[in-house]
């Protein structure tokens, strides 16, 4: 139910392209850049500056892209929640692990888990200690586990 385009706009915002954003969602680069549009005609300002073929946020990128991480954590939440009334367990777990743990620990407890709850969109990232703790602070991840 949330909003796509602030979606779009996120995932623009922390890859700084357009190119990867559209790979990221599976969606065209010309609708990437449509829906980014509309955000700005929305709001009436620009959410980035282009030069060339770089683009960074403006403080009317930066301001939205704040509030864009905390609405569409709310969405998620609410969504979860709404499911928990009716004890069906679906949404996404993204997990990340040191190399160690991702080889000889989680295999054999996530496919306990996946068992458990089929309806749950898990994925993992692995690497060392320091990658991991990076992508749980940026929020790619919703937990970490390192050694």
């Known amino acids: 139910m949330s909003d796509f385009r602030l979606r779009v706009f996120q995932s623009v915002a922390k890859n700084l392209s357009f190119t990867k954003a559209s790979q990221e969602l599976f969606v065209s680069q010309p609708a990437i850049t449509k829906h980014i549009q509309e955000l700005e005609a929305y709001y009436q300002t620009r959410l980035f500056d282009r030069q060339g073929s770089k683009i960074s946020l403006t403080k009317s990128g930066e301001l939205l892209l704040k509030h864009s991480e905390k609405i569409l954590d ?14 069906e367990y679906i949404g996404e777990l993204k997990l990340g692990a040191s190399t160690t743990i991702a080889q000889y620990v989680l295999p054999p407890l996530l496919a306990e ?7 749950v969109n898990l994925s993992l990232i692995n690497g060392n200690s320091r990658g991991v703790e990076a992508a749980l602070q940026e929020h790619r991840i919703d937990l970490g586990l390192v050694e």
């Open 113 to 119: 888990f996946i068992a458990k709850f089929p309806q």
């Open 74 to 87: 709310d969405y998620k939440q609410l969504e979860y929640e709404m499911h928990l009334l009716h004890n």
